[in-house]
């Protein structure tokens, strides 16, 4: 059964820190990684990984995929409180738009 | 360009009723999904349609099913509601007849709580 496993599922730290959220998966017939940022209802995009190795960056927030060990990190720098949310990531294979999302980081970043 | 629309946003229903859902997709989009969220759970795929086809499916009970229209407006339907459907459910689009090239866009989703 496909699956997607998120470490840890929740921390707390405090605003300046950096952090790093895991996501491993077992999945067969592997398209693209995606993760999410879920702040109140909506959950809203953040990177879409089909490539092992290659980072992918967007202001304090980057994100790699390791295509051989089955698993993608997203690092946050200087973590702010509005970094505060549920991140997300999922896994998509095929010709289809169905995702497998792991159950979610609970990040809580203190002032 | 306005965004995925989802209503109601909260509604309350009683155990063997049941309930309608709509979403209406970012326009152009063809492809629309549906995601149960529970604090258990987590975010679970319902079912995805695509120009009004039933794409692809996933693990719950006939209870829940969906429909698309030729506008791309879709709509989910649970019957018979247990205390278990209590959730939020939220609806993605997407312009792709390949699987997502970028981002799903997710609505706001409808709260569902079954008393």
């Known amino acids: 059964e496909d699956k997607v496993v998120q470490s840890p599922l929740s921390l707390v730290v405090h605003e300046g820190d950096t952090v790093t959220l895991n996501c491993s998966y077992e999945?067969?017939?592997?398209?693209?990684l995606l993760w999410y940022k879920q702040e109140k209802k909506a959950p809203t995009f953040l990177f879409m990984l089909t490539s092992s190795g290659i980072e992918k960056k967007s202001g304090r927030l980057s994100s790699i995929l390791d295509k051989k060990e089955l698993f993608s990190i997203l690092n946050i720098t200087a973590t702010q409180t509005g970094d505060s949310a549920i991140y997300l990531c999922?896994?998509?294979?095929?010709?289809?738009?169905?995702?497998?999302f792991g159950t979610g980081t609970l990040l809580a970043v203190q002032p | 360009k306005a965004g995925v629309t989802q209503t109601p946003r909260y509604l309350i229903k009683t155990r063997g009723q049941q309930v309608t859902l709509s979403c209406s997709p970012i326009?152009?989009?063809?492809?629309v999904s549906w995601y149960q969220q529970t604090p258990g759970q987590g975010l679970q795929f319902l079912f995805e349609?695509?120009?009004?086809?039933?794409?692809n499916k996933g693990n719950f009970p006939g209870r829940f099913s969906g429909r698309q229209f030729s506008n791309s407006r879709s709509e989910m339907n649970v019957s018979t509601l247990e205390l278990g459907d209590s959730a939020l459910y939220l609806c993605?689009?997407?312009?792709?007849?390949?699987?997502?090239?970028?981002?799903?866009?997710f609505g706001e989703g409808s709260r569902l709580t079954v008393l």
């Open positions: 326009s152009g989009h063809r492809s």
């Open positions: 999945v067969t017939n592997f398209r693209s």
């Open positions: 349609y695509f120009s009004e086809t039933q794409r």
């Open positions: 993605a689009s997407s312009p792709g007849d390949r699987g997502p090239d970028g981002e799903l866009f």
């Open positions: 999922a896994w998509t294979g095929g010709a289809t738009n169905k995702l497998i």
